[in-house]
């Protein structure tokens, strides 16, 4: 294996096993491959499209972790299922249709807005009352949690960095007061999302499988471990490291995309 293969796979692994946790890997995996691939606006769509597919597997092996938590919570499945399957087809569909520059340009917009939900947090989960007791949440209430989920589908689909902060603080909203059995339905409907993009992304040709396919094995690797020791990790640290990495990104795609002349000078 080149050190490239060797590269990618270790951030893979690392992704796999925060997706698990709290959601965040993408900004891992995406400028893993957009350093690979190159810096045009066909490569960052490339990017997307690959980093998703690779870390599509490793989501799938962290619900299969979360399997017996994913029981208690079954009457919540359909309802959220649904705007998770429809959402996350729609973004990703706005990805593969548009010019690719277009995506380009939001990257930095995109990867600033995961990195600010991953530092924001603690402040949306007190916001939200995660850990809490609630009532069962009242039909209007249920009603604006699922076009919430709809919304965090949608951007999952075009993006996806970040939608387990969103959908863990919705979750919050329910009356689900576990962490882990919101982690273990967060994963299920990130699954749904992300399975969705992926079969849009390999319809319309857009994965590079030469680096595709160790990364889904380095992901699922990642994602098993994560969910197996999500309560022994110190997820304040993971978030804080994410946290820098985001924004540093960040910095250098804004420069990348809105400062060429002097990030070639």
């Known amino acids: 294996m080149d050190a490239q293969l060797v590269f990618l796979c270790s951030a893979a692994l690392v ?15 995406f400028p893993a491959l957009t350093w690979i691939l190159g810096p045009s606006a066909a490569s960052a769509v490339i990017a997307s499209a690959t980093s998703t ?6 989501s799938l092996a962290a619900t299969w972790g979360y399997r017996r938590e ?5 009457r919540w499945i359909m309802p959220l299922m649904v705007p998770s399957l429809v959402g996350g087809s729609l973004g990703t ?14 990257v930095p917009w995109l990867i600033l807005l995961a990195s600010a939900l ?15 007791h609630h009532v069962m949440p009242t039909t209007t209430t249920m009603a604006c949690i699922i076009a919430f989920q709809s919304l965090i589908a949608l951007y999952g689909g ?11 603080s919705s979750l919050a909203l329910i009356g689900i007061s576990d962490i882990h ?30 680096y595709a396919v160790p990364m889904i094995f380095a ?47």
């Open 219 to 265: 992901g699922i690797a990642g994602g098993f471990l994560g969910a197996s020791i999500a309560r022994k990790l110190d997820q304040n640290a993971v978030r804080w490291v994410v946290v820098c990495i985001g924004f540093g990104l960040a910095t250098y795609y804004f420069t990348r995309v809105y400062l060429p002349s002097q990030f070639n000078a």
């Open 181 to 210: 059995h919101m982690n273990a339905l967060k994963s299920l409907l990130a699954s749904a999302i992300n399975g969705t993009s992926v079969a849009v992304f390999v319809y319309n040709g857009k994965v590079d499988w030469t």
């Open 15 to 29: 992704a796999g096993a925060i997706n698990s946790v709290a959601g965040g890997g993408t900004l891992l995996t």
């Open 158 to 168: 075009y993006f996806g960095a970040g939608i387990g902060i969103l959908m863990l």
């Open 118 to 132: 991953f530092l924001l947090q603690p402040t949306i989960s007190r916001w939200t009352g995660i850990g809490g």
């Open 70 to 74: 994913i029981v208690s919570q079954r």
């Open 53 to 58: 597919v690779a870390l599509f597997p490793g």
């Open 93 to 106: 569909w706005l990805v593969v249709s548009q010019k690719d520059a277009i995506f380009q340009e939001m």
